[in-house]
């Protein structure tokens, strides 16, 4: 039997199909979207869609095993594309700078960003170092891991790209948690990361400009985020404008929305900035209301419930670390991305995954699809090494 003639039988028999249903009404409501609030974009999101699903099929095909193996070969390719786009003699038309940031390698036919390529090959590192080791249930075995997240995060911080950055640390901290790392360990790491977050937003208030960390549109950022959250709209037509716009689309949405005509003409006198991509979130809401957004959170809910079903039924401790991996890297983007539209969280630059637009967020997304249906697709070997899970229950006891 044939790969894909055992993924497809793999999908009546899991709840993996309401995955790739709800993945898939997803791209349509973005799609619906974009049409919304830039009928310009509308077609080409349409090719990057169809683009998606082929490669979502093309990840199925490689067996686990294979995926593994490229894990670490994958790992050094996209590290050196994270250096290509911060070499100062580039030429600014192989890597042009876009809102201030060198994300993007001009390919001709894409903008490839390797930021987004890195999250899925991230994954794919750690649940290979993972797999057969106990070493991280000490403080000093859990250095590797966070090693492997630490060059990636500073190169991509480098770039700037902060929002894309911080979705690796809840990624790190989930695949951490189900390979049996101890939890007073993560919890002080957590707490400890907590703490530095606190540390830099209260250096903004009391720190001189020559002591500051963040950088200054980051600071400004933070400041109009907390000055609407507190009531005070002063920067409401300056640097808290698009975030003021997007918590005015999302509130005048009401329960039903005004519809894709109306919508438009709402949207476009508004003058959302990135209403097409960052803040498309505002844009859903404000056409189809609180209902809609509810049904877009519902099917980020399916989404990610599936991807820990079939998580939960893997054996392989590869796949299933990567799948878990996936999840954590979605859940955390979207939360970010709707927190932001929301006015909960300060603007950084990440898309909505399944929904914005832009070819190399939306193929990645496709991407962990894929090979989450190539991971739940293919039975386990017969003769295998046991998972992390053989120490659980001495590690209860430790």
Excluded at 331 to 344: D, R, V
Aim: aromatic share 8%.
């Amino acid at each position: 039997m044939g790969v894909l003639e055992r993924a497809a039988r793999h999908l009546r028999l899991s709840p993996l199909w309401c995955a790739v249903l709800a993945a898939a009404a997803l791209s349509c409501v973005g799609l619906m979207a974009i049409e919304t609030a830039a009928p310009v974009y509308a077609a080409t999101q349409l090719r990057w869609m169809l683009i998606s699903w082929i490669v979502a099929a093309m990840c199925v095909l490689p067996h686990p095993r294979w995926v593994g193996v490229a894990a670490y070969p994958l790992a050094l390719v996209t590290l050196a594309l994270l250096v290509v786009v911060l070499l100062p003699f580039v030429p600014r038309s192989v890597v042009p700078v876009r809102n201030g940031a060198t994300c993007w390698i001009n390919l001709r036919f894409m903008m490839l960003q390797p930021s987004e390529v890195a999250k899925v090959v991230f994954v794919l590192a750690l649940a290979r170092y993972l797999r057969f080791r106990s070493s991280y249930r000490t403080v000093r075995g859990l250095l590797v891991p966070f090693a492997l997240l630490t060059v990636p995060l500073a190169l991509i911080v480098k770039e700037p790209d902060l929002g894309t950055a911080l979705i690796f640390v809840p990624a790190l901290f989930v695949m951490l948690v189900a390979a049996g790392a101890r939890l007073s360990h993560l919890g002080a790491l957590a707490g400890l990361s907590g703490l530095l977050v606190a540390l830099n937003v209260a250096a903004v208030y009391l720190l001189p400009e020559s002591m500051q960390v963040l950088k200054p549109h980051q600071r400004q950022r933070i400041v109009a985020m907390v000055s609407q959250a507190s009531g005070d709209n002063r920067y409401a037509e300056d640097i808290g404008y698009q975030q003021e716009k997007a918590m005015t689309l999302i509130g005048a949405g009401r329960l039903s929305g005004y519809g894709a005509q109306r919508s438009a003409t709402i949207v476009k006198f508004n003058r959302l900035p990135e209403d097409h991509n960052d803040m498309i979130f505002a844009v859903i809401v404000n056409r189809w209301g609180l209902l809609g957004g509810l049904t877009t959170l519902g099917l980020y809910l399916t989404v990610f419930v599936c991807f820990l079903l079939v998580a939960g039924r893997l054996k392989d401790p590869f796949t299933q670390l990567a799948t878990i991996g996936f999840t954590g890297l979605l859940a955390t983007q979207a939360a970010m991305n709707i927190g932001m539209t929301l006015g909960l969280l300060p603007i950084t630059g990440i898309t909505l995954p399944f929904i914005s637009y832009g070819g190399s967020s939306l193929v990645v997304c496709f991407a962990m699809l894929g090979l989450v249906i190539n991971f739940a697709s293919r039975r386990p070997a017969i003769i295998s090494r046991p998972t992390f899970e053989f120490d659980r229950a001495q590690a209860a006891l430790d």
